[in-house]
């Protein structure tokens, strides 16, 4: 009973927000607001094995869409792709509007989560461009010394300004999921310009702040210790994957603070820490670990998005310190742009729903992303010509 926390009441999430006409508007269009959130009975309400499941398994009967892969050369010469998918049917509101999505850390459009998200965004009326993170596909090399790193915007807005260019009608949803999150909204918040044709942002199970995030990550409550282990060994394995590139003696290209020795300690790296502090850092030249998660967090620039922006986190992911959820907590009680939701269930990216034992192949994350967006979709058609977000954007400029 206490380890599948069977005791725990079923309640609708917890809302943090401003009273303004966006939100009362949103708490009208999106039933899965106010709505309780209802796991599966037998074992939905344990963050450790939502999250277990959404990382083992992804999703049960999970769909595959058809999508056609993109490929874009970087500035610095790395291979950035990405899988675009047609909508499926028409739009509610009959424009065009495409979802840019960012998954999480080392994922890819190959990923059954993705594919679930995907398939039911397309069934709505969505065209959806999925980054794959640079290095993340087993079947696509390396072209340049450089892996995805958890705050580099690079890929992701070389394929938002692809969509921008090859879409000139389309409208973009902005979608993040976990370190995906964090990319998404440093994105938005580096240049207003980043912010055209958006109509809003939904950051996904994110943590906000890898420095302050850092310590948290390393105790053994929740066992986020040893959550910290099985990532960092799959990071090791794609890294290793990639090693001639990364760390061969022939690449004049690679990192000169990239050496040997950081292959070695690469080796013995129980934790991401130890790996973004040998490794991922050294891709972007920043002298210290401290620095590297200070300049690339989400944190110094989520106060600069002017656009809606939805921000869900569960009270019980194991990956994601309570003391976290004071970051979107405080943003969400000063800008009216700004919606955290926080249930009581769902993991980290779990949020499975279901009757007694068999989880459905759509959950109440998927469910909650798209009606979300409906209902920004149809403030954006209702609402008069020039919002606040719109004024407060221009005023910046």
């Not at 989560?113 to 959806?128: H, L, P």
């Amino acid at each position: 009973v206490r380890c599948l926390n069977l005791k725990s009441p079923t309640a609708p999430p917890e809302l943090i927000y401003q009273d303004s006409a966006l939100a009362r508007f949103l708490l009208k269009s999106c039933p899965l607001l106010t709505k309780e959130y209802i796991p599966p009975l037998i074992w939905g309400k344990s963050g450790h094995i939502q999250t277990a499941l959404y990382g083992k398994m992804g999703r049960v009967r999970s769909p595959h869409p058809y999508g056609l892969r993109k490929y874009l050369t970087m500035p610095d010469g790395a291979t950035a792709t990405f899988d675009l998918f047609e909508p499926r049917s028409e739009h509610c509101t009959g424009e065009d509007v495409t979802m840019v999505i960012c998954p999480g850390i080392a994922n890819h459009s190959e990923k059954q989560y993705i594919r679930t998200f995907v398939d039911y965004a397309q069934k709505n009326g969505y065209r959806c461009a999925v980054l794959n993170h640079l290095g993340a596909l087993p079947n696509i090399e390396l072209t340049s010394p450089r892996m995805f790193t958890y705050g580099c915007t690079w890929e992701f807005g070389a394929m938002v300004n692809y969509i921008k260019k090859t879409y000139p009608q389309t409208q973009l949803i902005v979608v993040g999921f976990s370190l995906g999150g964090n990319i998404v909204c440093k994105y938005l918040g580096e240049n207003q310009a980043n912010q055209e044709r958006v109509l809003c942002c939904v950051s996904l199970c994110q943590g906000y702040s890898a420095l302050r995030a850092q310590e948290t990550f390393m105790q053994w409550d929740h066992c986020r210790r040893f959550y910290n282990f099985l990532m960092a060994d799959n990071m090791k394995k794609i890294i290793l994957s990639h090693r001639q590139v990364l760390f061969g003696d022939n690449n004049m290209k690679k990192p000169q603070s990239l050496s040997d020795a950081d292959l070695g300690k690469l080796y013995t790296a129980t934790s991401l820490m130890q790996i973004d502090d040998n490794v991922m850092r050294k891709f972007h030249g920043y002298s210290s670990l401290k620095e590297y998660y200070e300049e690339e967090s989400c944190l110094h620039y989520l106060h600069r998005i002017y656009v809606p922006l939805l921000l869900v986190n569960a009270a019980d992911d194991p990956l994601v310190h309570e003391s976290l959820l004071s970051i979107p907590r405080a943003l969400s009680e000063k800008k009216e742009n700004v919606m955290h939701v926080l249930p009581l269930h769902g993991g980290h990216l779990g949020f499975f729903e279901g009757s007694v034992l068999f989880p459905e192949p759509l959950t109440w994350m998927d469910k909650l992303v798209v009606q979300y967006a409906n209902a920004i979709c149809q403030w954006e058609k209702t609402k008069p010509h020039c919002s606040d977000s719109e004024q407060a954007v221009s005023g910046q400029e």
